[in-house]
Structures are given as structure tokens and as C-alpha cells.
């Protein structure tokens, strides 16, 4: 079986029917994929058994429910029940837009051989319209050595998980979700770069990322969210030494992004002692603010770097506070 696609499903029962119907309709042999939706202790009395029904309408798909664990707990799981020689992972809550996507990336595959397979995705706003992330100028394929500042600093890999299609022995070699952790993506992603020796691009547009659910933990940047996303910086770069200089120079790109996301929502929680220490400590990553090519974060680093973390935070704060008052 060349595809499992693990589908962490908590309290999604408004939308899970048009994720999975989505997968399922692959013009791709049923043979060749399998759809793993993994419940993950819903409560909403309704996701649990629209998961069931859709098993048994759906021969590609299987179900396994649990207790509730968390999305890295859902998603391990799939893992471990998982039998494909690749693997994708799709949110219940969103959906795959092209039928012939399973096709494409066979055949990227087949070309290229590499280690994961990156490709662009849409954020989904349902009737307001979409907003496409691309991937049109860079290489379609290339060692990591050589080239991994290069695809983290353009942001062609950034930190979500269902936009990447991973070699099974990977997870064979203990590759995972960490769990316990929010912002899990962070994490998991730097542990995919330090693993990969290759990637390749299939710039072939097909994930759908709902924007704005009501509920969606992508909504909320609460305390826990900021602190897990410095301890996950903390915990990525602990082991920073093993790597040669290109991967180091890498991964400490990679973290910079994810440090910079969080400033604008860091001033409210600064009392809490351990995000302020990790913070401080690495702050020496808003040097590599310079080689982003995202205008954002590019602004944000350069930004804090030239006012310093305690000015630049409270501003960031004030102007989103400013945003969303007058967005709404």
C-alpha cells in the first residue's frame, strides 16, 4: 500500500464528512491508499458515530476510537495502525480540493525518491474566498545539506504537517508527534528536517485550511500556546551540536520563525518565568531576521532586534489589539 492518511478527528462532526468524502474520492486504486480516522475522545455526541458510518460506506476507510489525548496522541496512533509507505496527515476539519492528488504525488515519488514531499495548500475562508500559499520559485527537489537554509528561510518548510507527504521509515526510526505539547507542528517539523536527506515540491494545489472555526485551537494563542512553542525551540536546538554547520545554520533559521510568530502575543503572559527566561534566551534568533524572504516576519524580527524585546512586544501587542478591534 503506497498511502495512509491519518485523520485526527476531536468534535469536528460539522465538517468531517466533507473532509473524508474528499479523500476518498482520489482517482487513485483503492488498493494503493487507506484513510485511518483516529477519534480522538469527541464529545460532542455526534463525531464518534459519523466516523463509524463512514467506515462502512468507505472501504478505504478505517476507524479507531480512543481516549482523549490530544492531537500528537491522535495522530501517534495513526502512526502505530498506519500501513502505507507514506504518510499524510489531514485536520478533520479540513479537505482536499483535486481528485487527482494521490496521482500527482505517485508520481513525484516515483520521480524524485525523496525522504518528504512538500506542496502548497489554501487557506479556506468557506464563502469570503481562499488565499493560496505557493511554492512557484523554488527547486523542486534537493538535498538537505546543501540547500536547507535555503527552503526554510524562503519558507517552503514552515511548521504544518499536512502539507508534507513522509517516508514511512522515518516513523520507523522513531520519528513522531511529541505529545503534551501545544503548537505540536513546531516540534515535529524540526524533527523531520534533522531526519530527511532529500526533499521534492509538488506544487499541485489540493489541501484546504479552514480558517476561523468556530472552537479551532488555531484561533486561540493562549498562555500555554506561547510557552510550548519556546520550549519546543528549546527542546529542537538542545541537540544543535550533532549536526554539521549547514544544518545548524538550518534549524536555527527554522526556530527563528517560530519565535518571531509569537512576539505579538508574548506581553501579556512576560510574568510567567520560564517564558520570559526562554525568551531571553533565545533571542540571539532574531539575527537570521534579515535572510527571510516572508515580509512579516521579516518586519517583526528586524523590528525587535532594533527596539529590543520589551518595547517591541508591547507595541506588537498594542497594534494587534488595534487589528482585531477594527477587523471586527
Known amino acids: 500500500m503506497k498511502f495512509s492518511i491519518i485523520v485526527a478527528a476531536y468534535n469536528v462532526a460539522e465538517y468531517l464528512g466533507e ?66 509507505d507514506y504518510l499524510l496527515f489531514v485536520d478533520g476539519d479540513d479537505f482536499w480540493s483535486n481528485k487527482n492528488f494521490l496521482e500527482k504525488l505517485s508520481s513525484n515519488i516515483e520521480r524524485y525518491c525523496s525522504d518528504v514531499v512538500i506542496f502548497p495548500y489554501e487557506k479556506y475562508y468557506s464563502q469570503s474566498g481562499t488565499i493560496e500559499v505557493r511554492f512557484d520559485k523554488v527547486p523542486v527537489y534537493g538535498q538537505i545539506d546543501a540547500n536547507i537554509s535555503n527552503i526554510v528561510s524562503t519558507g517552503l518548510f514552515t511548521a504544518p504537517a499536512w502539507n508534507k507527504c513522509v517516508k514511512r521509515t522515518l516513523f520507523e526510526n522513531g520519528l513522531d508527534f511529541p505529545v503534551g505539547l501545544l503548537s505540536e507542528d513546531c516540534l515535529y517539523c524540526a524533527d523531520v528536517l534533522k531526519n530527511i536527506k532529500s526533499y521534492s515540491v509538488l506544487n499541485e494545489m489540493s489541501y484546504m485550511y479552514r480558517q476561523n472555526r468556530l472552537g479551532s485551537i488555531t484561533n486561540i494563542v493562549k498562555e500555554k500556546n506561547v510557552h510550548d512553542i519556546l520550549k519546543s525551540i528549546h527542546l529542537g536546538l538542545i541537540d544543535l551540536e550533532k549536526y554539521n554547520k549547514d544544518v545548524r545554520k538550518g534549524l536555527e533559521v527554522y526556530f527563528s520563525i517560530s519565535y518571531i510568530s509569537i512576539l505579538p502575543y508574548v506581553n501579556q503572559y512576560i510574568s510567567n518565568p520560564e517564558i520570559k527566561r526562554l525568551l531571553s534566551k533565545y533571542r540571539y534568533l532574531l539575527e537570521y531576521s534579515r535572510i527571510l524572504t516572508n515580509k512579516e516576519f521579516k518586519f517583526t524580527g528586524l523590528v525587535s532586534q532594533m527596539l529590543g524585546l520589551k518595547v517591541s512586544t508591547k507595541l506588537f501587542a498594542y497594534l494587534l489589539k488595534f487589528y482585531k478591534k477594527y477587523r471586527g
Open 19 to 84: 473532509c473524508i468524502e474528499s479523500l476518498v474520492s482520489q482517482n487513485f486504486p483503492d488498493s494503493e491508499y487507506e484513510v485511518l480516522i483516529v477519534d480522538d475522545g469527541s464529545t460532542d455526541g455526534r463525531t464518534g458515530m459519523i466516523c463509524d458510518q463512514l467506515t462502512s460506506e468507505f472501504e478505504v476507510v478505517r476507524t479507531i476510537h480512543q481516549e482523549n489525548g490530544g492531537l500528537s496522541s491522535a495522530r501517534n496512533t495513526g502512526i502505530k495502525y498506519s500501513k502505507g
